[in-house]
């Protein structure tokens, strides 16, 4: 099992030292998401994600680093792509692409983008995972796509690693299908739902992308929050770890913890490397 830490820092003091604590503890990777505004409250502080992870980047030395999710809504694959290569470059190789379609009002009103219907989103899910692994494999050629046609793109320089890890969040079977045509690793996440519902909705997740997948092995990431705590308790970590990784789970990226459960994550932390596995 590998494990993440997710941040949305209020700012960068914060940010940075976040990145201090989990590069010390042994996380594998130091995650941002990428919405414009919090979804519920909008006088939570947001920032930028890619631009965090710029600064990730430029001032850390070996974890990894990566957006779960980058935005859909208002994003061109195209300037992803850019994105990525540049974040690629300043973090030496060392950044993971995760994508998905975005499914808050708050980012379509934002955008000034209508709501998608549940086909469209997929749709466009589809087109835009293929267009940015394109464009990151160095294809380059024009694209005349329903949803993001382009001409004359250029993607100097190329990626440093031979091939950028993308990461597709899916769930519905048409949506995993994308996760097995192009993703190396597949993210997913409870929402609003009960932690035993997610976990059996997981279950025949899981079933559905093995049989699209063919016996290929990609990264399965579980990000644990709403209904499933990962901080409530010392056992409770192990349980989750060992529950998830039954089904499997490889990756557990978890949240930043609150004030509250500052003492439980120390005690993790300092023993991650007794729950890889």
């Known amino acids: 099992m590998r494990f993440g830490l997710k941040v949305n820092p209020a700012g960068w003091d914060d940010a940075a030292y976040w990145a201090g604590v989990?590069?010390?503890?042994?996380?594998?990777?130091?995650?941002?998401?990428?919405?414009?505004?919090?979804?519920?409250?909008?006088?939570?502080?947001?920032?930028?994600?890619?631009?965090?992870?710029?600064?990730?980047?430029?001032?850390?030395?070996?974890?990894?680093?990566?957006?779960?999710?980058?935005?859909?809504?208002?994003?061109?694959?195209?300037?992803?792509?850019?994105?990525?290569?540049?974040l690629d470059h300043i973090s030496g190789g060392r950044f993971d692409l995760g994508i998905g379609s975005g499914v808050w009002p708050t980012d379509h009103g934002m955008a000034?983008?209508?709501?998608?219907?549940?086909?469209e989103r997929t749709d466009r899910l589809a087109e835009f995972v293929a267009v940015v692994e394109r464009?990151?494999?160095?294809?380059?050629?024009d694209h005349d796509g329903p949803y993001y046609p382009y001409t004359l793109a250029a993607m100097a320089p190329g990626t440093v690693q031979e091939r950028l890890p993308l990461i597709v969040?899916?769930?519905?079977?048409?949506?995993?299908?994308?996760?097995a045509a192009h993703a190396d690793g597949w993210v997913t996440f409870p929402g609003a739902a009960a932690e035993e519902e997610?976990?059996?909705?997981?279950v025949e997740r899981g079933r559905a992308l093995d049989e699209l997948l063919g016996g290929r092995e990609i990264r399965r990431i579980?990000?644990?929050?709403?209904?499933?705590?990962?901080?409530?308790s010392e056992d409770g970590f192990a349980r989750l770890v060992e529950r998830y990784q039954q089904i499997g789970f490889n990756e557990?990226?978890?949240?930043?913890?609150?004030?509250?459960?500052?003492a439980v994550f120390e005690k993790v932390t300092a023993r991650l490397d007794t729950y890889r596995g």
């Open 222 to 232: 579980l990000l644990a929050y709403g209904q499933i705590d990962p901080w409530a």
């Open 169 to 179: 969040a899916a769930n519905a079977p048409r949506a995993l299908a994308v996760v």
């Open 112 to 119: 000034g983008t209508p709501v998608w219907t549940a086909r």
């Open 22 to 86: 989990a590069e010390s503890a042994g996380f594998d990777g130091l995650w941002t998401g990428d919405n414009l505004r919090n979804p519920r409250d909008a006088a939570i502080p947001v920032h930028d994600g890619p631009t965090v992870i710029a600064g990730w980047a430029a001032t850390t030395t070996k974890i990894r680093v990566g957006l779960l999710i980058a935005n859909m809504v208002f994003r061109q694959p195209t300037l992803l792509a850019k994105q990525a290569t540049t």
């Open 198 to 202: 997610f976990y059996t909705k997981s």
């Open 252 to 262: 557990l990226v978890v949240y930043a913890p609150k004030e509250h459960e500052l």
């Open 135 to 141: 464009l990151l494999s160095g294809d380059v050629s």
